[in-house]
């Protein structure tokens, strides 16, 4: 079994393994050429290029995993919201979901129609890694994906999520409700087509009081958990989180992703060492020196202490502004290669 499937189920490896979050993405000159021609959707719904795109970092970087090219918002595009990805701005939902009037008139998703893009470069990817680093699926999960569809986009301090959530129950149980069928059937899907490992992305739910997130967000992100299709290792990962790690354990995951405001080896000793951790270098380290990388990296692997089920990754994704050398040299000083 590949090392990082048994760093994801705490077996013993001879190194630790790494792969990072947006490792293809725009710091690379090669992803930046494909989005000069193809916009981030029609880069999505071209399974040649989705496939091109997700292989860049394997063979430039060496890292331990694949992840496929793709995003969180895709299966959300059928239910009408009007999706689009503007430049520099990010995703934009141009309806937002405010009232349960507007969650009641949600159209209804049939993943296999909305996303055979995906399931298809997950298909050729496989064929072109031919078993040498295996292939993580993802999808948003449910509090993360609804935060897009009510606020309209990013947003720093969600009221109308929050306000939806407080002032209307039963509206956010019904939205989150559908974005935990739509989420087990979109990671569902992506294990069908073949991937070996999943990785849940609750990226904005640090936002959220313990209070909310145990009693508004825990069963549904449970709910997709205990849906998946059993025996593939799920990674369940969010930032801000210093306030909720036992909490989302306890939502579940065999491994959980922990950003840089937490300190690695406090934060494993909270989880509890019967679970695996993922993380967690600040993503702007990289853009330091490449001593300063190389200290940094080291602390975080002391902490870990060579204990079975540490996956080294950044604490978030990939900033663009990063030089693509200092991603390769990261990855060199994590597995000890000269
Ligand atoms: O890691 C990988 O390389 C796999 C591909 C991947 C993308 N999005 C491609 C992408 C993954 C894992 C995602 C997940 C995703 N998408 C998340 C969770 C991860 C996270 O950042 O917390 C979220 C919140 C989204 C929604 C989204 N899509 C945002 C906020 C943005 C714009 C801002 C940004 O950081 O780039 C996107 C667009 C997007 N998704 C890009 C990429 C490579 C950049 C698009 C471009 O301009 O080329």
């Not at 690379?28 to 399974?47: D, H, M, Q, S, W």
């Not at 295996?134 to 935060?147: D, N, R, V, Y």
């Not at 997130?213 to 205990?226: D, E, F, G, M, N």
Request: with cysteine.
């Amino acid at each position: 079994m590949h090392p990082f499937l048994k760093a994801c189920r705490r077996e013993p490896t001879d190194f630790t393994p790494v792969w990072l979050m947006r490792q293809a993405g725009r710091y690379l000159p090669e992803y930046r050429k494909l989005r000069a021609r193809l916009g981030f959707l029609e880069l999505c719904k071209n399974p040649e290029a989705a496939a091109e795109v997700t292989l860049l970092p394997v063979d430039r970087l060496g890292v331990d995993a694949a992840i496929i090219f793709a995003d969180i918002l895709l299966p959300l595009e059928p239910m009408g919201v009007g999706l689009e990805f503007s430049k520099g701005e990010g995703p934009v939902i141009r309806n937002p979901l405010r009232s349960g009037e507007d969650v009641r008139r949600l159209g209804a998703v049939d993943i296999q129609a909305a996303v055979p893009f995906v399931f298809e470069a997950i298909g050729l990817v496989r064929r072109a890694l031919d078993g040498r680093v295996p292939l993580i699926g993802f999808a948003g999960a449910p509090f993360t994906l609804a935060s897009y569809l009510v606020e309209g986009g990013p947003s720093s301090d969600y009221l109308h999520a929050k306000r939806l959530m407080h002032d209307d129950p039963a509206a956010w149980r019904g939205l989150m409700e559908k974005l935990v069928s739509i989420t087990v059937g979109y990671l569902n899907g992506q294990i069908a087509a073949g991937c070996e490992a999943v990785q849940l992305f609750d990226s904005w739910v640090g936002t959220l009081s313990p209070e909310d997130y145990r009693a508004s967000v825990l069963p549904y992100t449970r709910a997709v958990l205990q849906g998946l299709t059993p025996g593939i290792p799920v990674i369940h990962f969010g930032t801000g989180t210093a306030g909720l790690l036992e909490l989302m354990r306890e939502a579940g995951g065999d491994v959980i992703g922990l950003d840089w405001r937490v300190d690695l080896g406090e934060a494993w000793r909270r989880l509890g060492h019967g679970v695996a951790v993922q993380g967690n270098l600040d993503p702007a380290v990289l853009l330091a020196r490449p001593a300063e990388i190389g200290r940094q990296a080291q602390a975080i692997l002391e902490l870990a202490a060579g204990r079975p089920g540490h996956i080294f990754n950044l604490g978030h994704g990939v900033l663009p502004e990063t030089p693509p050398g200092h991603v390769a040299d990261l990855v060199r000083i994590v597995r000890r290669r000269p």
